[in-house]
């Protein structure tokens, strides 16, 4: 079992940046693929990032990509999501992942979550 505790959310304005933290406790991060997903109130959970254990390869979703990094720390037992120029549509409850068999862009293929950060972006 692995414990996920997300932070670093909060309410900024549209062109800000924001870097989101998880961290892992009870297996370390190194164990594991490990994504980000976003949830609006009411709306299906959306892929954001994902990497495979190594930090090495990473997957984005086509909305995110060129603005946010998804990077992992194995010292801190950390993962992190970079975001830059943010924009109202970037609002919603961060959660991170971990494992999936891959670096999956699908919900379904992770096995722990965590409780999520909100992040709020105003125009």
């Known amino acids: 079992q692995v414990q996920l505790v997300e932070s670093g959310g909060g309410l900024v304005q549209a062109g800000d940046s924001l870097r989101l933290s998880c961290v892992a406790s009870?297996?370390?991060?190194?164990?594991?693929?490990m994504g980000w997903f976003r949830q609006a109130p009411g709306k299906e959970r959306e892929f954001v990032a994902a990497n495979d254990w190594t930090g090495r390869t990473s997957v984005y979703a086509e909305s995110v990509r060129g603005r946010f990094t998804i990077t992992r720390d194995d010292i801190e037992n950390t993962l992190y999501l970079q975001m830059n120029s943010l924009t109202p549509e970037d609002t919603g409850t961060y959660y991170c992942?971990?494992?999936?068999?891959?670096?999956?862009?699908?919900?379904?293929?992770?096995?722990?979550w965590g409780q999520g950060t909100q992040v709020t972006v105003s125009s």
């Open positions: 009870g297996r370390t991060v190194s164990d594991y693929n």
């Open positions: 992942a971990a494992g999936a068999s891959y670096a999956s862009e699908r919900s379904g293929e992770y096995d722990y």
